[in-house]
Every structure is written in C-alpha cells, then in structure tokens.
C-alpha cells in the first residue's frame, strides 16, 4: 500500500501543477490491500515481490485491478469518516478480557476496503466500537476509533479541503464519506497499476534502485489494561513473513499458533 499511495500521490502532485484550482491543496492518497490471505481462506494469497529487477507484471501483482486513478476533493470531516469506515477492518476488543481476542474483523468487513490514507497521521483504537459496518452505513454514532488525526504535525480542521487520489471503483461507488460524483475534482484515463509502473521505472532510473519502506503514518492506538491481554491475528505462515515481521513489526508479536486453514496465528502487544 505504501508503494500504491506513493505512486499515486506523486502522480497527482505533478498533474495539478499550474491549475488555479487544485494547485495550492495538500494531496493525500488512498489505497487498500488487495492479495491478503483472500477471504480467511488462503494462506498463500499474500503479495511477495522478489528481491531483484521489478517488472510490470510486479506492478500487477501489487495492484491487481484495472482500475483507473480518481482524484477527489473531500474536507477534513469526510477525510475522518472515510477513515472511520475503514477501521470496521478490526473486531472491537475488550481491555478488560484475557480470553484470546481475533483482531481481523474477516466475516464483516473486506480487506479491500481498509484504505490506507497517506499524508495525513492518525491512529486506530479498536478498544472503541465500530462507527461504520462493512457497507460503511453508520452503527454507532457515539463511537469514534479514529484519534490523533494530524496534517504536517497539527490536528486536521475539519472545514479544510484536501485532494484524495483514489480509484474509478471506490470515487464512483459512493460508498465512503468524500466520495461519488459530486466529489470528484478529476478522473484521470491511466489505470492505477500503470501509475505504479511508471513511479517505479522512474525511481529506478533516478536512484537506481527502489527501496520501499512503510512511512507508519497510521498506527493502533496502545491499549492501557491492567488484564493481561491475547490479541491475535492471521497472516502468511511462510519464513519470508516472520523474517518481515521480525525485522519490521510495529508492534511486539509472536507466533502462538497455526490453525486449521495454515495461517500463521500471531499474538500482538499493543501495550506501548
């Protein structure tokens, strides 16, 4: 996802150049895991890029729709509900429980639609209720999972106007805040995965090299609990996933188990 909103975002940026209009806003980029375990049903469907010259067949693999890139202009306000629809992803967890509790909500909400918002910071606190179900229709209007929400360090004014590349799918669906028609600043004829593709050939030509590295703009909010708790979730059971998660996790985790499927079952500490 971060390679997608980096392409994206950069795309966009140099789109707007010289428009009177859409110039002066700040940019920021959707984009959402397509290749992540498919629906709790196969533990090999992850996204695994070799070490080595990228192809576009990578690009594919890292953006498996031909979807086209949608820019939209949204507010400050539709920029948190937006987020907020997204963190229906994660079961709500109980800081008061030692009983194991599965972090992935897999039966209520398609991993699809968890966007990742690049350029804005904010964290996730699962401990709160879900605002939103998996069709991003309103469950429970008190609740509030998206906290610290922060542009270039400051908390987001939720009358400021920003510019949100997405794609054809999720701008003309209608089905998040800040998004359909009425929202759309421009719609672009490149598919997102041919956007990826050029960013990455051009990166390569300039650095030599691309060296991908996750900005962690977003994070789950530490639970503070005097219970001691046994968060879970499911991921790749192959060696390159540990080594990853060994090297990269932004949280403390081990592996517990493996269940009947063959995902690797982790245990995470969100306690810092």
Not at 91 to 118: E, M
Not at 253 to 270: E, K, P
Request: hydrophobic share 40%.
């Amino acid at each position: 996802m971060q390679v997608v909103n980096m392409a994206q975002k950069a795309y966009v940026e140099h789109y707007i150049q010289g428009d009177p209009d859409l110039a002066k806003l700040p940019v920021l980029s959707a984009a959402a895991p397509f290749k992540v375990g498919g629906r709790k049903n196969d533990p090999a469907s992850f996204v695994e890029v070799e070490k080595g010259q990228l192809t576009f067949r990578n690009a594919a693999d890292l953006y498996l729709y031909p979807n086209t890139l949608v820019v939209m202009k949204v507010s400050g306000k539709e920029v948190k509900e937006w987020l907020e629809c997204s963190a229906g992803q994660f079961n709500q967890i109980d800081p008061a429980s030692s009983k194991p509790q599965s972090l992935i909500n897999w039966d209520g909400f398609r991993t699809y639609n968890f966007d990742v918002i690049d350029g804005v910071n904010y964290q996730i606190d699962v401990t709160q209720p879900a605002r939103y179900d998996g069709e991003c229709q309103m469950i429970h209007p008190q609740a509030e999972r998206i906290k610290h929400l922060t542009f270039n360090g400051k908390p987001v004014d939720p009358q400021a106007t920003f510019l949100v590349a997405t794609n054809n799918y999720r701008a003309y669906g209608g089905k998040f805040a800040g998004t359909g028609e009425s929202h759309i600043a421009f719609a672009s004829p490149d598919e997102n995965r041919s956007v990826l593709a050029a960013w990455i050939g051009a990166q390569s030509k300039k650095e030599g090299a691309i060296h991908p590295a996750a900005d962690n703009n977003w994070r789950l909010a530490p639970i503070h609990s005097n219970t001691p708790l046994d968060i879970r979730f499911e991921t790749s059971p192959g060696d390159k996933a540990a080594a990853f998660i060994k090297e990269k996790a932004q949280y403390p985790m081990r592996q517990v188990a493996t269940d009947d499927i063959g995902f690797a079952i982790y245990q995470l500490d969100l306690s810092k």
